[in-house]
């Protein structure tokens, strides 16, 4: 079935870089939209960062010129290089994608269970 799967979470410093990773497990006929999504302890769950099948891209004003999502269409993942780091970047940083497939054929939307992003001042 199909599932989304994270990685490159960790603890880095104030300024320092972190490159995540969501790869699309099983089978697919293509990726819609696909992004990161992050939720600090005690806030709502925002948008980060977006990119859809013909090369849009969306940014949270937040992390515009210091975030950089991008994708790899052959492997079918998504990455996002996050550089100059912050404190407040600090959360747990969730892959989203809507993802067509035999079973739902116009797209549904996914979730990855997260990796966590901790940012030390």
């Known amino acids: 079935q199909v599932q989304l799967v994270e990685s490159g979470g960790g603890l880095v410093q104030t300024g320092g870089s972190l490159r995540l990773s969501c790869t699309v497990s099983g089978t697919i006929f293509g990726i819609n939209i696909m992004g990161w999504h992050r939720q600090a302890p005690g806030k709502q769950r925002e948008l980060v960062a977006a990119?859809?099948?013909?090369?849009?891209?969306d940014y949270a004003d937040s992390v515009k010129g210091r975030f950089t999502i991008s994708r790899d269409n052959v492997k079918n993942t998504v990455f996002l290089q996050m550089n100059s780091l912050k404190p407040e970047d600090t959360a747990v940083y969730y892959c989203?994608?809507?993802?067509?497939?035999?079973?739902?054929?116009?797209?549904?939307?996914?979730w990855g269970t997260g990796t966590l992003v901790t940012v030390s001042s």
């Open positions: 989203n994608a809507d993802l067509s497939s035999v079973n739902f054929p116009n797209g549904k939307d996914y």
């Open positions: 990119l859809t099948s013909v090369g849009t891209t």
